[in-house]
C-alpha cells in the first residue's frame, strides 16, 4: 500500500472520532439546557414572577452560582477525558476550554448583577412645559432607596442630589430596608443625616412605602426637615406661582378606588390655578386619574423591574400597570406620570441587590414656563 493510500485511511479513521467528541459536547450541552429550563420553569410555578421573593433568591443562586460551578466541572470532566482519549484530545481540549469559558462568564455576569448595575446611578432629565409657573422649579423626584445599609454608595447618591441643586425634593417612599446585621434604628440615623445634609428651598416631601413601618413611630417635628405626606396635602408658594401636593397612604396608592376619595376632595379644595402634583408610592392609583385635572402623577415601588430581558421587558414589576408603565415618563391622559425605577434595589430577607438592563435612578424634571407664541 502506497503511503497517501495509508494517509487517507488515516484520516478516514480519525474523523469519526472527532465528531464523537463533538456529539458528545452537544449531547451534555443539550441536557444542561433542559435542566436550567426545567429548573427556571419551576421557579416560575413556584411563584417566582407572583412575586415570591424567597423563590427569586433561590432562582439567582441557581442562574448565576450553581449553574457556574456545574459548567466549570463540566469543563474539568472533558480534561480528564483528554487525558485516557488521546485520539480526541484537542477536541476535548477545546470543549473543555468552552465550558469552562461559559462557568466564567456566569461569574461575571453575577458580578455585573449584583455589584455593578446595582450602583450605576443614572439621573434622568425630564422637561415639562406648563402654563401654571411663570419661573422653573428644579423638581428631584426619588424613590426606593431601600437600602441594607448605609454604605458608599448611598454617601454618593445623597452627594449627586447636592450637585443637582434641586429646588423641591419628592421621595415616593422605600427608605430602608435593612438586612441584619445591620438596625433600622443605626441605619435611620445615617439616612437621616444624609436627608438633612440636601435642604431645598421648596423643602423635601415623601410618602410611606412598604418597608419603613418603623417611620410611623416618630413625630412630624422629628423628621423634619423631611415632612411626610399620608393621605395629606400641601401648598408650596414658588418663584411664579404655587404648587399643591398631594401624598397618599400607603393603601391608597395601591387602590385607585380608596384613592379617589382623598384625591376628588384634593381636587376640590385646591386652586386651578396651582400646578397639583399627586404622590403615591404605588403607581396603581394612577389607573384611576387618567382624566382629572392633575398636572403631574409620581410613584416608584416598580423598580423599573430590576430584571428587565430583551424584547421581553421587565420579569417582574408587582403592580397592576402596563409594563410599559413600570418606568419612566409618559402622558396618561390629562396628568403626566413618572414612575421612578428606583435609586436602590430590593433586599428582602437579605435578598442581595439585582439589577440587569435596569439601572438605579433618579430623575430631575424641572417644570417650566410655557414658552409664548410668536
Keep these: 500500500m502506497n503511503p497517501i493510500s495509508e494517509l487517507g485511511m488515516t484520516d478516514i479513521a480519525s474523523r469519526p472520532r472527532g465528531r464523537g467528541a463533538w456529539k458528545l459536547g452537544m449531547v451534555v450541552g443539550l441536557l444542561l439546557l433542559l435542566y436550567v429550563v426545567i429548573r427556571n420553569l419551576l421557579y416560575i410555578r413556584g411563584g417566582m414572577l407572583k412575586p415570591d421573593f424567597r423563590i427569586i433568591q433561590k432562582a439567582y443562586e441557581f442562574n448565576l452560582g450553581e449553574l457556574g460551578w456545574i459548567l466549570l466541572a463540566v469543563g474539568i470532566i472533558f480534561i480528564g477525558l483528554s487525558i485516557v482519549w488521546g485520539s480526541v484530545r484537542r477536541q476535548l481540549l477545546m470543549l473543555a476550554a468552552l465550558y469552562a469559558f461559559l462557568g466564567i462568564d456566569v461569574f461575571l455576569l453575577r458580578h455585573y448583577v449584583t455589584n455593578v448595575e446595582p450602583e450605576h446611578l443614572v439621573v434622568k432629565h425630564v422637561r415639562l412645559e406648563t402654563p401654571k409657573l411663570t419661573e422653573t422649579v428644579r423638581l428631584l423626584h426619588i424613590s426606593d432607596i431601600q437600602a441594607g445599609s448605609i454604605e458608599d454608595y448611598q454617601v454618593e447618591l445623597f452627594n449627586q442630589i447636592q450637585l443637582l441643586k434641586p429646588d423641591l425634593i419628592i421621595n415616593t417612599g422605600d427608605f430602608l430596608q435593612v438586612v441584619p446585621p445591620a438596625t433600622f434604628d443605626e441605619e435611620w440615623k445615617k439616612l437621616f443625616s444624609l436627608i438633612q445634609s440636601v435642604n431645598p428651598k421648596y423643602g423635601t416631601y415623601a410618602v410611606f412605602g412598604d418597608t419603613e413601618r418603623e417611620l410611623y413611630q416618630f413625630k412630624p417635628t422629628e423628621l423634619e426637615p423631611l415632612q411626610m405626606l399620608s393621605s395629606r396635602s400641601q401648598s408650596i408658594v414658588v418663584e411664579g406661582g404655587f404648587l399643591s401636593l398631594l401624598g397618599l397612604s400607603l393603601y391608597q396608592s395601591n387602590s385607585g378606588e380608596w384613592a379617589m376619595r382623598s ?23 394612577a389607573l384611576s386619574v387618567k382624566e382629572k385635572p392633575i398636572d403631574l402623577c409620581l410613584a416608584g415601588h416598580t423598580h423599573g423591574g430590576q430584571v428587565r430581558l430583551p424584547i421581553f421587558g421587565p420579569l417582574v414589576i408587582d403592580s397592576d400597570v402596563p409594563k410599559e408603565w413600570s418606568r419612566g415618563f409618559r402622558r396618561i391622559g390629562i396628568p403626566y406620570l413618572n414612575v421612578s425605577a428606583g435609586a436602590g434595589s430590593n433586599r428582602f430577607e437579605g435578598l442581595p441587590p439585582l439589577r440587569f438592563n435596569c439601572p438605579t435612578e433618579m430623575t430631575l424634571i424641572e417644570l417650566v414656563p410655557i414658552r409664548p407664541m410668536r
Design 263 to 285: 384625591i376628588d376632595q384634593w381636587l376640590a379644595n385646591s386652586n386651578s390655578n396651582e400646578f397639583r402634583i399627586l404622590m403615591g408610592h404605588s403607581p396603581d392609583y
